[in-house]
């Protein structure tokens, strides 16, 4: 069967009546409880019914052809929209029936994660999801379900967060996790207290890992009346809680109190603002975790009001402070002061935002948006530029783009590299020859390392797990990436930058709640001239939403860089754009 042949079946009464043998005694007690007759056999007491297990019957038959790989996602190698299309019509179709079953149906669905049938290679494995895309599936399912507001469906979805298994080994507990995250996900995007409150509620008796996706949904949708709440987290034992708490307070108060936008706040919204501030200035001075300082000073500069200012440059003193502390959250508070100033300050001092405040803090006025970014200058960078953007940190991974299209020839028309206009080369070898002098740049004890990626991915110096390993700068590692990994590298290969991405920010299977992928770097470049191509994910909005989802709590600065002709690479500013970093066009 493929994807826009089988269309729902004829659903008006009479001319349709499901046989009963094709329901589950489980899914047929469900229906029965949900329908005003029992005798759903006979014409003229079924007729109320027999639309709804029309649409169920309809929509099983499509899951099941779904998981199969009957039914895929992809044609000719591009998302096939009839497909996702067809898909969603039989979501919205069942969905219209806002009942209890048809959230339980559909939540297979949001669940939902084929495999090849039979024993299949690992590369078999990754070809069979690309082409059944079920992240787009799940996403659609979820969505369906948040839309259904009939009686049960809160408690339902809450009862899935309470189940026993979630604590068991083996696969059982797996199914019952995979499921409790969805439930969460679906919760997040409901209207309504009583998502809110039982998520707040399953925040705190669930095994870490979920417990943290309960905050971390919750920081998406969080609003004034938990504050309290997360204010409380802050205290927590484990850094990524508190970081998905500063992310709820952020986004609880930003809709109120950003001066660009409000005249005036309420009262009580100020106490609330105040009270925060107070809580984030002192994670910013005392906490140990650069992951945990990064979030303070993104939700601070978020509440856009000039009240953060005191907190952002006591902050940035007490950084400076940190001699053992080899991050770069000096550079991001400085940043963050000038753009939210529009002040032009040199950095390392905090001196002199001391003194801007107390000559200006009462009568200033935040930089509108834009307003505060400064042009690059060279003496502004920490070390040197890299493509012309500034290179602020001394922890720095690059991932390059080797597939066989950075072979490519370019002639160079603007100023972004250390070669001037009019500059004959490959794409490839321009990259190489700027690796090699910021190599050179770094002092002896930075720690760098480079992914290289085309239809595989290969990491430099790899740790045992294959993650990049922290390296130190030194004469024997400089000459091994100088004289040896660099000029060894020939462009072939389609693309596979999720499988890049994941080596740099840990998605698959770690990310957001593995304690033992903890990154040794705090900013990523990201280069490339194309699009993905190859590898478990091509979908370049899923890609995105990864990283982004990611990267909430890891907080890396991701800057990207783009080659040539435009080659399908916008995404690639998003990306930049999303994750606190900067995007360069190479042309």
Not at 228 to 255: H, K
Not at 259 to 275: F, L
């Given at each position: 069967?493929?994807?826009?042949?089988?269309?729902?079946?004829?659903?008006?009464?009479?001319?349709?009546?499901?046989?009963?043998?094709?329901?589950?005694?489980?899914?047929?007690?469900?229906?029965?409880?949900?329908?005003?007759?029992?005798?759903?056999?006979?014409?003229?007491?079924?007729?109320?019914?027999?639309?709804?297990?029309?649409?169920?019957?309809?929509?099983?038959?499509?899951?099941?052809?779904?998981?199969?790989?009957?039914?895929?996602?992809?044609?000719?190698?591009?998302?096939?929209?009839?497909?996702?299309?067809?898909?969603?019509?039989?979501?919205?179709?069942?969905?219209?029936?806002?009942?209890?079953?048809?959230?339980?149906?559909?939540?297979?669905?949001?669940?939902?994660?084929?495999?090849?049938?039979?024993?299949?290679?690992?590369?078999?494995?990754?070809?069979?999801?690309?082409?059944?895309?079920?992240?787009?599936?799940?996403?659609?399912?979820?969505?369906?379900?948040?839309?259904?507001?009939?009686?049960?469906?809160?408690?339902?979805?809450?009862?899935?967060?309470?189940?026993?298994?979630?604590?068991?080994?083996?696969?059982?507990?797996?199914?019952?996790?995979?499921?409790?995250?969805?439930?969460?996900?679906?919760?997040?995007?409901?209207?309504?207290?009583?998502?809110?409150?039982?998520?707040?509620?399953?925040?705190?008796?669930?095994?870490?890992?979920?417990?943290?996706?309960?905050?971390?949904?919750?920081?998406?949708?969080?609003?004034?009346?938990?504050?309290?709440?997360?204010?409380?987290?802050?205290?927590?034992?484990?850094?990524?809680?508190?970081?998905?708490?500063?992310?709820?307070?952020?986004?609880?108060?930003?809709?109120?109190?950003?001066?660009?936008?409000?005249?005036?706040?309420?009262?009580?919204?100020?106490?609330?603002?105040?009270?925060?501030?107070?809580?984030?200035?002192?994670?910013?001075?005392?906490?140990?975790?650069?992951?945990?300082?990064?979030?303070?000073?993104?939700?601070?500069?978020?509440?856009?009001?000039?009240?953060?200012?005191?907190?952002?440059?006591?902050?940035?003193?007490?950084?400076?402070?940190?001699?053992?502390?080899?991050?770069?959250?000096?550079?991001?508070?400085?940043?963050?002061?000038?753009?939210?100033?529009?002040?032009?300050?040199?950095?390392?001092?905090?001196?002199?935002?001391?003194?801007?405040?107390?000559?200006?803090?009462?009568?200033?006025?935040?930089?509108?948006?834009?307003?505060?970014?400064?042009?690059?200058?060279?003496?502004?960078?920490?070390?040197?530029?890299?493509?012309?953007?500034?290179?602020?940190?001394?922890?720095?991974?690059?991932?390059?783009?080797?597939?066989?299209?950075?072979?490519?020839?370019?002639?160079?028309?603007?100023?972004?590299?250390?070669?001037?206009?009019?500059?004959?080369?490959?794409?490839?070898?321009?990259?190489?020859?700027?690796?090699?002098?910021?190599?050179?740049?770094?002092?002896?004890?930075?720690?760098?390392?480079?992914?290289?990626?085309?239809?595989?991915?290969?990491?430099?110096?790899?740790?045992?797990?294959?993650?990049?390993?922290?390296?130190?700068?030194?004469?024997?590692?400089?000459?091994?990436?100088?004289?040896?990994?660099?000029?060894?590298?020939?462009?072939?290969?389609?693309?596979?930058?999720?499988?890049?991405?994941?080596?740099?920010?840990?998605?698959?299977?770690?990310?957001?709640?593995?304690?033992?992928?903890?990154?040794?770097?705090?900013?990523?470049?990201?280069?490339?001239?194309?699009?993905?191509s190859y590898g478990p994910v091509t979908d370049k909005d899923e890609i995105r939403r990864l990283v982004r989802e990611t990267n909430r709590l890891?907080?890396?600065?991701?800057?990207?860089?783009?080659?040539?002709?435009?080659?399908?690479?916008?995404?690639?500013?998003?990306?930049?754009?999303?994750?606190?970093?900067?995007?360069?066009?190479?042309?």
């Amino acid at each position: 069967m493929s994807a826009g042949t089988d269309r729902f079946p004829a659903v008006s009464g009479r001319r349709y009546i499901p046989r009963m043998q094709s329901f589950t005694p489980c899914v047929l007690g469900v229906l029965l409880a949900a329908t005003p007759t029992a005798h759903l056999v006979a014409q003229e007491e079924a007729e109320p019914a027999a639309p709804n297990l029309a649409a169920m019957t309809a929509f099983q038959s499509w899951l099941d052809d779904y998981r199969s790989g009957a039914i895929r996602m992809m044609k000719d190698l591009a998302i096939d929209e009839d497909a996702l299309a067809d898909a969603d019509a039989r979501m919205e179709a069942l969905a219209s029936w806002n009942n209890l079953p048809a959230a339980q149906k559909l939540f297979e669905a949001a669940t939902v994660d084929p495999l090849p049938p039979g024993a299949r290679s690992s590369v078999e494995a990754i070809d069979f999801q690309a082409e059944l895309q079920p992240w787009k599936i799940r996403a659609m399912a979820r969505k369906r379900i948040a839309g259904i507001d009939a009686p049960g469906v809160d408690d339902w979805l809450l009862a899935v967060l309470d189940d026993r298994a979630l604590r068991a080994k083996g696969d059982e507990g797996e199914a019952a996790r995979r499921r409790a995250d969805a439930a969460m996900q679906v919760l997040g995007l409901r209207d309504g207290p009583r998502a809110r409150l039982g998520l707040l509620e399953a925040s705190g008796k669930m095994p870490d890992a979920l417990r943290l996706r309960a905050v971390d949904v919750l920081s998406d949708c969080a609003d004034l009346g938990a504050l309290d709440r997360f204010l409380d987290m802050l205290r927590d034992r484990d850094d990524d809680v508190r970081i998905a708490a500063l992310n709820a307070i952020g986004t609880a108060l930003s809709p109120h109190t950003d001066e660009t936008e409000h005249d005036s706040i309420d009262d009580a919204v100020a106490g609330q603002r105040d009270t925060a501030i107070e809580a984030m200035q002192k994670i910013l001075e005392r906490d140990k975790t650069w992951q945990v300082r990064a979030a303070a000073c993104e939700n601070l500069a978020r509440l856009r009001t000039r009240h953060a200012i005191p907190a952002l440059i006591s902050g940035y003193a007490a950084e400076l402070k940190r001699k053992k502390d080899p991050w770069a959250m000096d550079m991001r508070l400085h940043r963050t002061l000038e753009g939210l100033t529009g002040q032009a300050i040199l950095p390392g001092n905090a001196g002199p935002w001391e003194a801007f405040w107390k000559a200006e803090g009462a009568s200033m006025r935040l930089a509108r948006k834009g307003q505060g970014t400064l042009k690059n200058s060279k003496e502004r960078g920490r070390y040197e530029r890299f493509f012309n953007i500034d290179l602020e940190s001394d922890r720095v991974l690059f991932v390059v783009d080797f597939s066989g299209s950075m072979q490519e020839p370019i002639t160079l028309q603007t100023e972004t590299t250390s070669a001037g206009p009019g500059v004959e080369t490959t794409k490839a070898r321009l990259v190489v020859e700027e690796l090699k002098k910021i190599v050179m740049a770094l002092p002896d004890g930075s720690a760098f390392n480079v992914v290289v990626f085309s239809d595989n991915v290969r990491v430099w110096r790899p740790t045992r797990d294959g993650v990049p390993e922290l390296v130190r700068m030194n004469d024997e590692t400089r000459d091994d990436l100088l004289g040896s990994f660099l000029d060894s590298l020939a462009p072939q290969g389609p693309t596979n930058l999720y499988g890049a991405l994941d080596a740099a920010v840990g998605f698959a299977g770690r990310g957001l709640t593995d304690k033992h992928y903890a990154l040794g770097f705090d900013t990523v470049y990201v280069l490339s001239d194309g699009a993905p191509s190859y590898g478990p994910v091509t979908d370049k909005d899923e890609i995105r939403r990864l990283v982004r989802e990611t990267n909430r709590l890891k907080r890396l600065t991701i800057h990207c860089v783009t080659f040539g002709a435009k080659n399908d690479t916008d995404f690639l500013r998003l990306l930049a754009e999303e994750n606190g970093g900067r995007h360069i066009h190479v042309e």
